[in-house]
């Protein structure tokens, strides 16, 4: 399991926070791609060497590897092993990365870092003009490593932007995992509180359980703890109440995709945390880099929204809690409208309200 220490930024390391332990959900090696199997979090932590292109796109569709810009490096990864052994032919290199991306593209359809990753990898590769299957390999792993060394560094800037906005704040609630385990580097709405914590502030968060597959209860709780943030675990229908008992100053979670006009996708749950902060009068602040904004879709409503199989939800790990056949929805999003979002904390900064006019402002610029 790869740690790092509290990166350049977060200079001011007090002398009781030496190092944070934050795990790495994704990495390269020399051995190749390597994924933390979050679908055995909290209990396990093994680390899986995808080898086929089909391994990775098992594995997003699964969940071991999650969160919106994981899965985009994830899939950018993938493009590299389909070029892995090298076909003997230019041609049938650029088949077999086609291919991959048309597999990979399948995996899951809300988190838009998945069709921005595998398309920035395409559109590289093409304008490298290789002249062989290796120089293709060559551009196809360069611009998969460069989209993960720059998740690293633009999870480190919403800590710096998203940081001024938890100032005095004595707790935060959190929906799903949107930390480090979703993001090549220290997470998005889990950025900010790295961030206090390197100034040895530790911003206490209660993590919503997050059914059905619980990413909040075993990801984010195993995740906070590890790097020393107080965490407690609340049952979803709970989320409310804490706010109405004052617990919490501030709402903090990602995003699968953002809208132009504000409104955001992210896990199923969030629309309701949002109303409750609202009627609460709590900020609700969304965390998520440039790549998690989808500029060609106007509104929440044309977000496509993962549907997965019913028995996510009618069992728990493996355990049947409902009875056998009964009906279940499991939408795994929902869209939170704009109107109930305090703020975006950006890669590039903070976008505050009116957000149909803010976001094509600060993400319509080329970089
Ligand atoms: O189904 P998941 O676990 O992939 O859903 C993840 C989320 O909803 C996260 O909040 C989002 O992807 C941001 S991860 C930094």
Not at 7 to 13: E, G, I, L, M, T
Not at 36 to 40: A, H, K, L, S, V
Not at 107 to 112: C, D, S
Not at 185 to 190: E, I, L, P
């Given at each position: 399991l790869a740690s790092y220490a509290a990166?350049?930024?977060?200079?001011?390391?007090s002398p009781e926070v030496r190092t944070i332990e934050i795990p790495s959900a994704i990495w390269w090696d020399e051995g190749g791609l390597r994924l933390?199997?979050?679908?055995?979090l909290p209990d396990t932590l093994q680390v899986l060497t995808p080898r086929r292109v089909e391994d990775v796109a098992e594995a997003i569709r699964s969940l071991r590897v999650r969160g919106a810009p994981a899965i985009g490096i994830a899939a950018a990864f993938g493009l590299v092993l389909a070029l892995d052994p090298e076909p003997p032919t230019l041609e049938r290199a650029w088949a077999a990365v086609e291919e991959a991306a048309r597999t990979l593209g399948k995996?899951?359809?809300?988190?838009?870092n998945l069709f921005w990753a595998l398309n920035r990898v395409v559109e590289a590769a093409k304008r490298a003009h290789p002249s062989s299957p290796a120089a293709l390999a060559g551009a196809v792993r360069a611009e998969a490593e460069a989209i993960w060394r720059e998740d690293r560094e633009l999870c480190d800037r919403i800590g710096q932007y998203g940081k001024p906005l938890l100032a005095g704040v004595r707790a935060v609630l959190t929906h799903c995992n949107a930390g480090a385990l979703g993001t090549g580097?220290?997470?998005?709405?889990?950025a900010p509180l790295y961030a206090w914590l390197a100034d040895g502030v530790p911003i206490p968060v209660y993590a919503?359980?997050?059914?059905?597959?619980l990413q909040g209860a075993r990801l984010t709780a195993w995740e906070l703890s590890r790097a020393g943030i107080p965490v407690t675990v609340v049952p979803d229908g709970a989320a409310a109440s804490v706010m109405a008992r004052g617990l919490v100053d501030a709402v903090l979670v990602g995003a699968d995709r953002i809208a132009l006009n504000g409104d955001v996708a992210n896990k199923i749950g969030t629309y309701g945390v949002a109303l409750a902060a609202h009627a609460h009068g709590i900020p609700l602040y969304v965390a998520a880099p440039f790549?998690?904004?989808?500029?060609?879709?106007?509104?929440?409503?044309d977000i496509p929204l993962e549907q997965r199989a019913p028995d996510e939800v009618t069992t728990i790990r493996g355990v049947?809690?409902?009875?056998?056949?009964v009906a279940a929805l499991n939408w795994a999003f929902d869209v939170t409208p704009a109107?109930?979002?305090?703020a975006i904390i950006t890669d590039r900064g903070v976008i505050r309200p009116p957000l149909h006019e803010n976001i094509p402002a600060m993400m319509g610029r080329a970089r």
């Open positions: 990166s350049s930024q977060y200079a001011k390391v933390i199997d979050q679908t055995r995996t899951r359809p809300t988190a838009v580097g220290v997470g998005t709405a889990t919503d359980e997050t059914r059905p597959l790549s998690s904004f989808d500029l060609t879709i106007a509104q929440g409503a049947r809690v409902a009875p056998e056949g109107r109930y979002v305090t």
